[in-house]
């Protein structure tokens, strides 16, 4: 017999202990603003996909930087109608990615999505005891004691980082004032990346789409940043609720210098040379 | 600006002599194990600023020199006036790096760059001329005598490289 319930009686970190202490086998649905499919075998979570990251192999790793989107899209046309399965031993096979770039990548998507499930608070879940897809989808187990401990965390650091920086509509520039707290910071590989898009033209959204970054993270990320004074927020045209700014970086580019004429840069240049001179 | 070079040829106190702010400083001395294992996951910025007007503000950007952050070369590179390659004049086995890493940015594009050869105030320092010829470089590419501590040696650097950005400029317009 399916379970069926509301997150707002019964929350997901519930759920997931009772599957874990149930040591349940089955497909979990939750549908809120969107739906998820997690699928758990013996307690343990093996598969995760929602209607908006799907769990088709090429994206899972075109997503993890392991495909580039030309061989994600040729993979897909060649190789048509192969199970996630079929399509893992072809990639091994052909070199282009290992057995640990699969197994991790995928583990690194259901993580994503199930992390974000524990900040779902309304919607509607079922479990029936079924294994949907379970022939033809990568299945890796991971032990949801951890998942839990973290889903928790996140969700306590989630709540504070909302509070923190609730608009990712704003845009960031580098502080005019920078004070003593500037020394001896290190940046992390994820902040450095950041740290190139930088520009009140890059609402934090487009930052977190250019890098492939959830919003938590980027959120965490830039509320670390903000903390070191490394950088500011620029609320979004129209206060913190108002529109976009009108100029957004296509995903997928880095800032371009804004378009100036040959005159107009060699007045800019010399207007630093005469400056440096002046050191 | 970016400011670019291998692993410790003084690319932070480059920056610093000339940077309204303090600069964050790169490669930080690693004194124990601890700290190593901190190094494989962070790296540090330099980032300096000089401030022109109320609207014009230039930005330098130290890159990190450690291989594993190659990926920041090609983001920096982008939208950048023009670079200084910075060389270890004391230290010859990091010129072959020197010589990648310019090469690289030549490749991200075709912005102006000067050649500074850093520590000329040391004894062993090899001379512009010498390190010329041993990074194989075009005779139009300026190669400049640097103390990447004193802040006129910086100056004359940044300054020769502006001058390269307007020549370029002035062919652009020709």
Known sequence: MALKGNLRDFTTTQLFNLIHLAKKTGTLTVTGGQTAHIIFRSGKLVYAETSVQHGRLTQILLSAGKLTSDQSRLIDEKLKGRTDKQLGHRLIQAKLVTQNDIIQSIRQHMLDIVYKLFTWVEGSFQFDNSLQSAETKIMIPIDLEVVIMEGSRRLQESELLMEELPNLEASLRFVDRPDARLRNINLTVEEWRIISYVNPKNTIKKIAEANKLSDFQVRRTVYGMLQAGIVELIPPVGGANGEKPKENIPTQRRIQPPKQSTQERRGVVNRLIDRIRKL | ?174
Not at chain 2, 163 to 168: D, F, G, P, R
């Open chain 2, 1 to 174: 600006m970016v400011i670019t070079g291998p692993f410790s040829a003084g690319k932070t106190s480059f920056i610093g002599s000339v940077s309204e702010i303090d600069v964050v400083r790169t490669e930080r001395r690693i004194t124990n194990a601890a700290e190593r294992v901190k190094e494989t996951t962070t790296v540090a910025m330099d980032f300096g600023r000089i401030t022109v007007d109320d609207d014009l503000v230039l930005y330098l950007f130290g890159t990190p020199g450690q291989r594993r952050f190659d990926f920041m070369w090609e983001i920096l590179s982008e939208g950048m006036l023009g670079f200084v390659v910075l060389v270890d004049s004391t230290k010859p086995e990091t010129f072959r790096e020197a010589k990648r890493i310019l090469e690289t940015f030549q490749s991200y594009a075709s912005t102006p760059f000067v050649v500074a050869a850093n520590k000329q105030d040391h004894e062993d320092a090899w001379s512009p001329d010498d390190l010329r010829i041993i990074l194989r470089l075009d005779p139009a590419v300026k190669i400049l005598p640097c103390v990447s501590l004193q802040k006129d040696s910086v100056k004359n650097v940044l300054l020769e490289l502006l001058y390269s950005i307007l020549e370029h400029l002035d062919k652009e317009e020709a």
